[in-house]
């Protein structure tokens, strides 16, 4: 039979209650790093190939845009306009007030062709948006890289982001393994 004298107990008792203060702590940190800092995330579907493939493994950067503007050629995740725990995840191609226009599978920017070395088959989808289009101030005009099989700011149905809609910008393809990628 065991037996615990209070003495004896007391430093046990103080030893799980540490235990409890140190994980809990360590769960708020976890907590605040996935909620404020990064998030692993799953691709779904085949609108982003041939950058990113369906079932790849992406670490997003939900910081940087406290620090600095969305980039054109950022590739972001935001929730679907129609259905907000859908999240999107695409190309910006245009910047706030750029003027976008779409003319036999190119691109133009402010009237100047945008050159996509990501893209590796022609396309013309060019969705139910009227060109020239405008990208209103604070939004930004997002392209899947897979153009035909990709719904994105063409379709008035999902439109431009607003930036305050964007999660996060991808940062690093963690899986599989062999095409590890830091964007």
């Not at 990064?38 to 493939?53: A, C, D, F, R, Y």
């Not at 939004?139 to 809609?165: C, I, L, P, W």
Request: proline share 5%; net charge negative.
């Amino acid at each position: 039979m065991l037996n615990v004298t209070e003495e004896e107990g007391a430093p046990f008792i103080m030893q799980i209650l540490h235990f409890i203060w140190d994980l809990g702590l360590a769960l708020l940190v976890v907590y605040l790093i996935i909620t404020f800092v990064i998030q692993n995330t799953k691709v779904s579907g085949s609108s982003m190939e041939p950058t990113l493939h369906h079932h790849d493994a992406v670490i997003i950067n939900k910081w940087i845009y406290y620090l600095k503007d969305p980039q054109q050629g950022d590739i972001i995740i935001f929730p679907y306009q129609g259905d907000p725990s859908k999240k999107y995840i695409k190309r910006i191609i245009a910047l706030p007030g750029d003027l976008l226009d779409i003319q036999e599978g190119n691109i133009y920017i402010n009237g100047k062709k945008l050159e996509e070395s990501y893209i590796t088959e022609s396309w013309i989808v060019k969705g139910n948006v009227v060109y020239p289009f405008s990208v209103p101030d604070d939004h930004y005009f997002v392209m899947g890289d897979h153009r035909d099989h990709s719904a994105d700011s063409r379709f008035e149905e999902v439109g431009t982001v607003k930036k305050n809609q964007i999660i996060g910008k991808a940062w690093v393809r963690i899986w599989p393994l062999k095409q590890f990628k830091i964007f």
